[in-house]
């Protein structure tokens, strides 16, 4: 458990089912259906204001024990968090950054205002009270006119702070989907390492292999060509160790669209004399990571082959005079036939029944 996630814990709600859910992990890794619901409503939480629920709920999902089917959900949960999809929350947003701006400007003229209330002379309990009261309209109508004045410069502020938010939630989905072994997040997670500047890109380059060790030949076709594509671009900035679990990957589930991508970085006289660093140069068998690169383009090759091929023979065949109609029609367009016909002999040219 992480001092982040534990310290985060504690400052939830007592009543957050988060936090009970959490507490319940301490004694069992089996949550009941209420608890799981609880902790993927949390994750599905588009609001910047629950993120610290969110980050919580992402590190249960990945200690939990559920059925086949929950695991589905959960996963596919995860990597919502993890690709950021549909966490925009761009009215909460707004507001959030408002209602900052207010605060900020009220704090200041608040403290402004004290001063200049404890220098009137004479200082009396009536010319306080005067003071307190006027300072108070002068107070919230100064307040709102600067809250105005810096909100521009507090905009870009808040939309940061917001994100870094939810940086913590997607880095403890990475975390989690590494602990699950999820194939299926192989894509967003390689695409997430690009941000080394961040925790999410550090939890996501170290639950990246865990993830590619999971893909087998079951995988091909489920990836989607978005997920194998983006493994390509993560060779680029790999090491020996990792670009062998990522082209292995691609072996084992890649699509024929990444044939070109990695014929360029094989191509690439910069990636090739990096992979061929001294340090770097067997593999195993004496196979360099160029040689694996070769061999995998070479299979990538033969599926770009088929998967034309198969798009070419199966497409729907058309009539020339009217492109719009497909040739085949829907059994249900057929016009009824009575039975008596179809049952009826047919008579040949002599007259006699065949």
Known sequence: ?????????GKLRPNCAVRSAFEQLELTPWLDRESLDGLLRAVRDPSGKHWRERSVAAWCLGECSADETTLLEVKSALRSLLAGEGYTDGPGRIL??????????????????????????????ESLLIGLLYALVVWFLVSSLASLLILPFALPISFGWDAGDLTCSRAEAATALGKLRDPLAAGCMATATKRNDCSMGSAAYAALPLVLEAITEDHYGQLGSAQTLALCGALAHAGADRARLILRALAAAGDGACAEPLARLIADSKVVGRWSFPKWLVLGDKETVVDLAQRVLRV??????????????????????????????????????????????????DGRSE
Do not use: D, N, Y
């Open 96 to 125: 959030r950054a408002a209602r900052r701006s207010w605060s900020t400007s009220a704090c200041i003229v608040a403290l402004v205002g004290a001063i200049g209330i404890f220098m009137m002379v004479p200082f009396t309990v």
């Open 300 to 349: 990538l090759e033969e599926r770009l082959r088929q998967e034309t091929s198969a798009a070419r023979l199966l497409r729907p065949a058309e009539s020339p005079g009217a492109p719009g109609a497909v040739l085949l029609r829907p059994a249900g367009s057929a016009t009824a036939v009575p039975e008596e016909q179809l049952l009826r002999p047919s008579v040949g040219p």
């Open 1 to 9: 458990m992480t001092h982040t996630v534990k310290e985060s814990t």
